[in-house]
């Protein structure tokens, strides 16, 4: 009987982080405002986190961001804009290889990383986003992009 719950708990779990490894569900337009906010302030804890060389929780940091891009990206792939489904891809790699680093202790690449992925997301929000004029430091999908 012990045998049977260990085996259940195993399952469960390797369920539980199958579905994790594919995101978060982005399908409407609040869900992704929802996703940009959690990379957002997941984002803005990591240069303290740094700073103290807690590069575990930098990781999971990542990890968290990385969900929330694949939502992004299937956002998009759904809504038939390939431009920008290709925009999150690239986050995605570039949020992979800080991953890496973080979990390699290289802080050089990590630093190399965040600034790669600072430039993506830059170059998806010149695109597709602009400031959200109800809510200072906060951007929206453009008008007409969907």
């Given at each position: 009987?012990?045998?049977?719950?260990?085996?259940?708990f195993?399952?469960?779990?390797?369920?539980?982080?199958?579905?994790?490894?594919?995101g978060v569900?982005?399908?409407?337009?609040?869900d992704?405002?929802?996703?940009m906010?959690?990379i957002s302030?997941n984002a803005?804890?990591?240069?303290?986190?740094?700073e103290?060389?807690?590069?575990?929780?930098v990781?999971?940091r990542?990890?968290?961001?990385?969900e929330?891009?694949?939502?992004?990206?299937g956002f998009?792939?759904?809504?038939?804009n390939?431009?920008?489904a290709?925009l999150?891809?690239?986050?995605?790699?570039k949020v992979?290889?800080i991953i890496?680093?973080?979990?390699a202790?290289?802080?050089?690449?990590?630093?190399?990383?965040?600034?790669e992925?600072?430039?993506?997301?830059?170059?998806?929000h010149?695109?597709?986003?602009e400031?959200d004029?109800t809510?200072?430091?906060?951007?929206?999908?453009k008008?007409?992009v969907?």
């Amino acid at each position: 009987m012990k045998k049977c719950r260990v085996w259940t708990f195993v399952m469960a779990t390797a369920w539980a982080g199958a579905l994790a490894a594919q995101g978060v569900k982005v399908t409407t337009v609040e869900d992704h405002d929802k996703a940009m906010k959690t990379i957002s302030s997941n984002a803005r804890a990591v240069p303290k986190l740094l700073e103290s060389g807690a590069l575990g929780e930098v990781k999971n940091r990542y990890v968290a961001i990385r969900e929330q891009f694949v939502g992004v990206e299937g956002f998009w792939a759904a809504h038939e804009n390939d431009d920008a489904a290709m925009l999150a891809r690239n986050a995605i790699a570039k949020v992979d290889a800080i991953i890496k680093a973080a979990e390699a202790s290289d802080r050089p690449a990590i630093d190399a990383g965040i600034k790669e992925l600072v430039s993506a997301c830059a170059a998806c929000h010149t695109k597709y986003r602009e400031p959200d004029p109800t809510t200072p430091n906060s951007f929206v999908i453009k008008k007409g992009v969907l």
